[in-house]
């Protein structure tokens, strides 16, 4: 059995490592399914009858609901998806450390306990002090993990408000929900062979429900893809304090795996966007964008003067342009518009225009959105081209079109300081010879930051409204 623990975690590190090239993708997701098919056969293979039964009774219901949202998400809908997803496994993992941290080993001492309405001594198994940790900790993480997804999700699927949310004595919650964490993991030190073990249960899952849900309102949309990231990795972490609890090793090495991996992809992602960790743990990167000193002060963000529905007012850019690139953003993927995208693509590359597509790190609401979202409409992944590797071509691209995006691409992260943006790298469309927004309105984007290319309107020409009818009438002029 120790050969299986062993084997399966190195077959999911195999996986993730084809997974992270294109052409080789769809062999380590498959060989990743395999190890976990295999997982949970080894699991069956050395548990009892009754344990037997009830993994197969919430496979079948777990399998079915999979089945269920496979046909009915759609793939804008993909981050609020991982995002449950990701509560799913911290709540997982919270219910391993509360079985654990009652002496409740197995199945069957749970179901004949359930019978009586109680445990009788000979079948408690009593923690030891490793284990009453271990036990806290992973209720502590899968809690947080668990209700700061759901709030994630929300946010995401438009259903709570996307704006950072700070209620009157927010820092006092959040503290005090760390204590709650912090006093029940000193507690179960003390009190770890005594009757008290329900209360310690008790206060961990409060105390990390409660910083979950108090620490994820006040992230915003632009940080949403880093909270993303960091959910991800928590609830590997959780499996793997889980996995200690109970002394299973494979579930330790795989929490491992998806820990690290997520906390990896968590500090490229700060990197990406010049963010600090604990500024975005602390809730500092929310703070409104300060009001100019100026007689203007009080105007409208941004007041330019633009039809709702605007032509190009010349045709020149558009059809003789030989360079172009472009950005797409999450209004993209509101309007279900990659698909107009890819069409547009296609009637410059039949004019001989060189295209690319420019994807700032956080452009989506998750890591990989836009990747995603492109590549269903059959976009050469070739042409997809990170930050790092477009941001010198902008000043000799003749055209850029922009499509949904707004904070990665305002200059006022160069210079307002004291924004939410400020020094945040963003992609050099300014620097371009000629550029189309095609957004739905003149808002700011989710940092609430004005961008100064909308009044730039010698080489800026705006297409509100719907932005598939927008890139409908540029595939028509190109026609």
């Known amino acids: 059995m120790l050969f299986f623990h062993i084997l399966i975690p190195v077959l999911v590190l195999i996986g993730l490592w084809l997974m992270s090239r294109v052409p080789t993708a769809v062999k380590g997701n498959a060989l990743s399914v395999a190890a976990m098919t295999l997982a949970v056969l080894v699991t069956l293979w050395s548990a009892g009858f009754l ?19 496979a046909r009915k998400v759609q793939m804008i809908q993909m981050p609020q998806m991982v995002g449950l997803l990701n509560g799913l496994g911290g709540g997982a993992s919270m219910l391993v450390g509360l079985l654990s941290l009652v002496g409740v080993k197995t199945p069957e001492v749970l179901v004949s306990s359930m019978m009586r309405g109680n445990i009788s001594e000979n079948e408690v198994f009593w923690v030891t002090p490793f284990e009453g940790v271990t036990s806290t900790l992973a209720i502590v993480v899968g809690a947080l993990t668990l209700s700061g997804s759901l709030i994630a ?13 700070r209620l009157s004595g927010h820092n ?13 993991l000193a507690l179960v030190l003390f009190f770890f062979r005594t009757g008290t073990m329900g209360w310690i249960a008790l206060l961990s899952v409060v105390g990390g429900l409660a910083f979950g849900i108090f620490f994820t309102l006040r992230v915003g949309g632009a940080d949403m893809p880093i909270t993303i990231s960091l959910l991800n990795s928590l609830s590997g972490v959780a499996g793997g304090i ?25 500090q490229i992602m700060c990197r990406a966007m010049n963010r ?28 330019v003067p633009v039809p709702e529905k605007s032509e190009p007012k010349d045709a020149n850019p558009l059809l003789e342009a030989k360079d172009v690139i472009i ?17 547009l693509a296609d009637a410059f590359t039949r004019r001989g225009a060189r295209v690319r597509y420019a994807i700032h790190p956080v452009a989506g609401r998750m890591p ?28 000799d691209a003749d055209l850029v079109v922009v499509v949904g995006a707004n904070d990665v691409l305002n200059p006022a992260a160069r210079e307002a300081e004291g924004t939410p943006i400020y020094g945040m790298p ?30 730039n309107k010698e080489k800026v020409t705006m297409m509100l409204g719907d932005a598939k009818e927008s890139l409908q009438k540029l595939i028509s002029e190109l026609a």
């Open 172 to 184: 006092l919650y959040v503290y005090t929900s760390l204590l709650l964490c912090v006093a029940a």
């Open 51 to 69: 344990s037997i039964l009830i993994v197969l009774l919430f496979l079948v219901i777990g399998g079915f609901t999979g089945l269920v949202m």
């Open 276 to 303: 600090s960790l604990v500024d975005i743990l602390l809730g500092k990167t929310a703070a409104p964008a300060p009001k100019k000193k100026t007689p203007e002060a009080n105007a409208p963000a941004v007041s």
């Open 327 to 343: 950005v797409p953003g999450y209004g993209m993927a509101l309007a279900q518009a990659q698909q107009q995208v890819k069409q």
């Open 368 to 395: 990989g959105h836009m990747n995603v979202l492109l590549a269903e409409a059959n976009v050469d992944y070739d042409d997809l081209k990170e930050m790092d590797q477009i941001n010198g071509d902008f000043k």
């Open 153 to 165: 999700a929300g946010k995401l699927h438009r259903v709570l408000p996307q704006k950072p949310v």
């Open 426 to 455: 963003v992609l050099n469309v300014d620097e371009a010879g000629h550029v189309i927004i095609c957004n739905y309105d003149l808002s700011p984007g989710y940092a609430g930051v004005p961008n100064p290319l909308y009044d």
């Open 242 to 266: 889980a996995g200690m609890a109970i002394g299973n090793l494979m579930l330790v090495a795989i929490g491992g795996i998806v820990g690290a991996s997520g906390l990896l992809l968590t």
